[in-house]
């Protein structure tokens, strides 16, 4: 196998012959096989990009590779490529002649597969192992619930692969609705005036407790020491920031139905921790949408949004189901779920039941996904952006974990030169751009193959 050993640093460090590497893999999963989002999911075809780099001191010539699966759901349908020479200190890569996968529905998201590379050149063999994770979650990447199968999904804004992203937008309703009398660990119900569905339970009425979460239909449970999720300790929620918050300092809750964009919104505005004076505080909200945008279930649409991010590291953030048996857990004491971006100012989070795969038309600021493109991709290096909008704008640019690599500006034509914002070149993978003008926004995803 070709894991490093103290015998295989000796070796380089010795200046013996060829030494073959895996430097760095990319997932082809572009449309129709695939939904573009840079991993193997259940259900998908596309190709795989494997680069191999030298770090002997002599070359190598005629290698071909050979790609195997030890798990029969993941299929390799294309598993010969040629590399042809490798010369010392090189990198070569197939991606002329990507390696052919097929993965089965029924492999579960989450699953690892181990690879093998059979490997023969010119005097030269060796085999390299290396896992892949089928529907592995990132932080660009939407969270399911634990039902088999999944009903809800959470989306952050930094989901940009997926639809049904959101993207914040505050809705101030301070001084516009009706402010709740909610002192130290209370809960008050009020009527809805639509019907909420959730996890298929339909409800009128609105719970909405000082310690920030809300429930579906009526109840008294004013829980203030937050837990995991699900938990017997809440009926079936949205823990929007649950956590023992103190809303008699502050400017405390308050609630609005905005008939005429048909969502009803719940603000915890200014509201500090527990005890309240000198504490820090917390501006939040919640945005349910009437029936009127459906999800694909007829279960209705939760927005989550978050204008300060004073502490978050004793709260709860997430869904569970009336049954306290499923749930979403983005955030439990500082500790953030693998597929969540972190709290932060202008953070939002959408809870529906669309799945990943799904095209669906909710309210979202308009984007055209044909307005930016990029060449080559993929690309050894420089990237050059193009876009049919004449105006000024900026093009930032996104590693996989969703963390702002670039910010270019221009006018339609945008020349990125694969560095990041202190001049250091930007390892193989994913990355993503998105344009940002006041009249459009628009993503596009491309490869780095070094």
Not at 95 to 105: K, L, R, S, W
Not at 335 to 343: D, V
């Given at each position: 196998m070709a894991e490093v050993s103290a015998d295989d640093i000796s070796l380089i460090n010795n200046n013996q012959g060829p030494y073959l590497l895996l430097s760095s893999r990319t997932v082809l999963d572009s449309p129709p096989g695939g939904n573009n989002n840079g991993r193997f999911d259940p259900g998908e075809t596309g190709g795989l990009i494997v680069s191999l780099r030298n770090i002997g001191?002599?070359?190598?010539?005629?290698?071909?590779?050979?790609?195997?699966?030890?798990?029969?759901?993941?299929?390799?349908?294309?598993?010969?490529?040629?590399?042809?020479?490798?010369?010392?200190?090189?990198?070569?890569?197939?991606?002329?002649?990507?390696?052919?996968?097929?993965?089965?529905?029924s492999i579960p998201i989450e699953t690892p597969v181990t690879l093998y590379l059979f490997i023969n050149g010119t005097g030269y063999n060796d085999t390299i192992r290396f896992n892949i994770v089928v529907g592995e979650l990132r932080p660009t990447d939407p969270i399911p619930d634990n039902g088999n199968p999944p009903r809800y999904w959470a989306y952050d804004d930094i989901d940009t692969l997926y639809p049904q992203h959101p993207n914040f937008s505050w809705i101030e309703i301070n001084n516009r609705g009706t402010q709740l009398s909610l002192s130290d660990d209370q809960t008050i119900t009020i009527d809805l005036p639509f019907t909420w569905q959730f996890y298929g339970s339909t409800s009128t009425q609105i719970s909405i407790c000082s310690n920030g979460w809300v429930a579906p239909g009526s109840t008294t449970s004013n829980y203030?020491?937050?837990?995991?999720?699900?938990?017997?300790?809440?009926?079936?929620?949205?823990?929007?920031?649950?956590?023992?918050?103190?809303?008699?300092?502050?400017?405390?809750?308050?609630?609005?139905?905005?008939?005429?964009?048909?969502?009803?919104?719940?603000?915890?505005?200014?509201?500090?921790y527990f005890p309240g004076s000198g504490a820090p505080y917390e501006r939040f909200q919640l945005i349910l949408y009437d029936p009127t945008t459906p999800t694909p279930t007829g279960d209705n649409l939760i927005v989550v949004q978050y204008l300060t991010a004073n502490q978050y590291t004793s709260s709860t953030v997430g869904i569970q189901d009336p049954s306290q048996t499923i749930a979403i857990q983005c955030l439990f004491d500082n500790?953030?779920?693998?597929?969540?971006?972190?709290?932060?100012?202008?953070?939002?989070?959408?809870?529906?039941?669309?799945?990943?795969?799904?095209?669906?038309?909710?309210?979202?600021?308009?984007?055209?996904?044909?307005?930016?493109?990029?060449?080559?991709?993929?690309?050894?290096?420089?990237?050059?952006?193009?876009?049919?909008l004449g105006a000024d704008a900026t093009v930032n640019i996104y590693d996989r974990t969703g963390r702002l690599v670039r910010t270019i500006s221009g006018s339609g034509n945008w020349i990125w030169d694969g560095k990041d914002g202190g001049g250091k070149p930007v390892p193989p993978g994913v990355y993503f751009s998105r344009l940002n003008s006041p009249e459009i926004q628009a993503e596009t995803k491309f490869v780095i193959a070094r």
């Open positions: 001191n002599q070359g190598v010539d005629s290698v071909n590779v050979k790609l195997r699966s030890s798990d029969s759901r993941f299929v390799i349908s294309d598993s010969i490529s040629s590399y042809g020479s490798i010369p010392a200190g090189a990198t070569r890569t197939n991606e002329t002649d990507p390696f052919g996968i097929q993965v089965d529905h203030y020491n937050n837990t995991s999720l699900p938990t017997t300790y809440l009926p079936g929620a949205i823990c929007l920031n649950w956590d023992d918050l103190y809303p008699p300092v502050g400017n405390g809750v308050w609630y609005f139905y905005d008939a005429d964009n048909h969502r009803f919104i719940v603000e915890w505005d200014s509201v500090h500790n953030y779920h693998r597929g969540s971006a972190p709290i932060a100012p202008g953070r939002a989070i959408k809870y529906t039941t669309a799945d990943p795969t799904a095209i669906v038309e909710e309210p979202r600021t308009h984007r055209d996904q044909r307005a930016l493109i990029c060449h080559p991709n993929p690309s050894r290096g420089t990237v050059q952006f193009f876009s049919n």
